[in-house]
């Protein structure tokens, strides 16, 4: 079936540093979003990726979706605490409405 | 505007008992996801309701079932409950005016099986 694996699992970081998770797919993807869960809240939508190798920058958050659709990374450049939380990926099938979840990436930033 | 509501909070059950959790969507929405999340992981598929009909189903077995009313609002109702069903259940609603597939997370039912 569909996997979604993220790497690493944790990542404790200090104030300043960056910071990057990666995604990775079993099969090809349509779409990946990628959302942030701070500890104990719920999900929140911070962007999509559709095209072959396209790139996205939110302020110190650069999104990348890879050529083949199949990984994607979130970096977040000079980390605040304000970034602590689960970064997820979740990756879409064709055009379905179906998205399947990575196993997340856990960052602590430390003052 | 209000978002995405969930109720309720969080409920306790015993094993063989039954369950309905509830879900508003964000104003403007039109489809409405279920999620399972376990401690720990990442939020798995359930099934999305769209037009008040199933529109996609995860892997989950028929011991969970859902609903969607007129008014866009979601009922998701799981049957026989057993320990493994604990987890925080995420509801997500989207629609035309969040550009399609973009998904507005409600705050969660958090749901303990004993």
């Known amino acids: 079936g569909q996997q979604v694996m993220q790497i690493p699992q944790y990542q404790h970081v200090q104030e300043g540093e960056d910071f990057t998770t990666y995604c990775n797919s079993s099969?090809?993807?349509?779409?990946i979003q990628w959302y942030k869960q701070r500890p104990g809240g719920h999900p929140v939508f911070l962007i999509q990726l559709v095209k072959s190798g396209e790139v996205k920058k939110q302020k110190r958050l650069t999104f990348q979706f890879g050529e083949a659709k199949k990984n994607s990374s979130l970096h977040i450049t000079a980390t605040q605490t304000t970034d602590v939380g689960t970064y997820f990926c979740?990756?879409?099938?064709?055009?379905?409405?179906?998205?399947?979840f990575g196993t997340g990436t856990s960052l602590t930033v430390i003052p | 505007d209000a978002g995405v509501t969930q109720s309720p909070t969080h409920l306790i059950k015993t094993r063989g008992q039954q369950v309905t959790l509830r879900c508003s969507p964000k104003s403007g929405h039109d489809t409405v996801s279920w999620y399972q999340q376990a401690l720990g992981q990442g939020p798995q598929f359930i099934f999305q309701y769209y037009e008040e009909e199933e529109r996609q189903r995860g892997n989950f077995p028929d011991r969970f079932s859902g609903h969607q009313f007129p008014n866009y609002s979601s009922e998701l109702n799981v049957n026989a409950l057993l320990l493994g069903d604990s987890a925080l259940y995420l509801c997500?609603?989207?629609?035309?005016?969040?550009?399609?597939?973009?998904?507005?997370f409600g705050p969660g039912t958090r749901l303990l099986v004993l």
């Open positions: 979740a990756g879409g099938i064709d055009t379905g409405n179906q998205f399947y």
């Open positions: 997500a609603s989207s629609g035309r005016t969040s550009g399609g597939q973009t998904q507005y």
């Open positions: 099969t090809t993807l349509s779409n």
